[in-house]
């Protein structure tokens, strides 16, 4: 009933810049907690970002201070900046969020987009 989207992954060099984006589509009545996680290959998947519907921010210790998460909760978005990438940032990034259906507004459901492949290359 719920769809996210991720788009803006790529290609890039070390040093560069990518926006990644995900939208949420369906019948939302509200979205608590949004969320980017990424995984790379060998690892465990990991929270990068996350913002609160009131627009409170908590970043992973390696990328803050580059990364930075942001939503539009008029148009169920999220976004993640990335500025200033390293190879170790390449992995795919996945949007996650919990939020509340107009079908069933007592209850909090979590969703997951399909993932969007960042690479860095040295």
């Known amino acids: 009933q719920v769809r996210l989207v991720e788009s803006g992954g790529g290609l890039v060099q070390a040093g560069g810049s990518l926006r990644l984006s995900c939208a949420a589509s369906?019948?939302?009545?509200?979205?608590?907690?949004m969320n980017w996680y990424r995984q790379a290959p060998g690892k465990q998947r990991e929270l990068v970002a996350s913002?609160?519907?009131?627009?409170?921010?908590n970043y992973a210790d390696s990328v803050k201070g580059r990364f930075t998460i942001s939503r539009d909760n008029a148009k169920n978005t999220v976004y993640l900046q990335m500025n200033s990438l390293k190879p170790e940032d390449t992995a795919v990034y996945y949007c996650?969020?919990?939020?509340?259906?107009?079908?069933?507004?007592?209850?909090?459901?979590?969703?997951w987009g399909q993932g969007t492949q960042v690479t860095v290359s040295s």
């Open positions: 913002i609160t519907s009131g627009g409170t921010t």
């Open positions: 996650n969020t919990n939020l509340r259906l107009w079908s069933d507004y007592t209850t909090l459901r979590d969703y």
């Open positions: 369906g019948s939302i009545l509200s979205i608590n907690l």
